[in-house]
């Protein structure tokens, strides 16, 4: 589908500030526990597993695969951006160092999507030019 989604810049926060700031350089980052070494997904300040707050980021290996996903033909009217946008394949991508993010899948022929896709990373600039998102594509046939 197409390359072509609206790219609104994300609302930061404190706790994302250090995933935003990395896509923006092109790199995939995820917070770790300390202590117990738990991948966390969303970003906080602490540990959802043993509470504990020495939390550290890693740069992830980028890949993962489809986990779910739903193609969005209406009901774009959430975000005024993707008012006029075309389908939006939205997904969950369960990375490989476990966690599950909610994202949009990208240059993926819509025959060729299933639960199980092998894909990576890639990055869009946002619209306003500061930033980046951080959406997937399927790896490329063997
Ligand atoms: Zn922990």
Known sequence: ???TLPS???AITEETR???EAAAAGQL???RCGSCSTVIWYPRGFC???QATDVEWFEASGRGVVYSYT???RGRAHNPA???APEVVLAYVELAEGPRVMTNVVDCAEADLRCGLPVHVVFHPTDDGKGALVRFAPDPAE
């Open 29 to 31: 980052t995820l917070p």
């Open 82 to 84: 993707f008012a006029e």
């Open 1 to 3: 589908m197409t390359t």
């Open 48 to 50: 959802p597993e043993c």
């Open 8 to 10: 609104p810049a994300p």
């Open 18 to 20: 250090p995933y935003w």
């Open 71 to 73: 193609i969005s033909r």
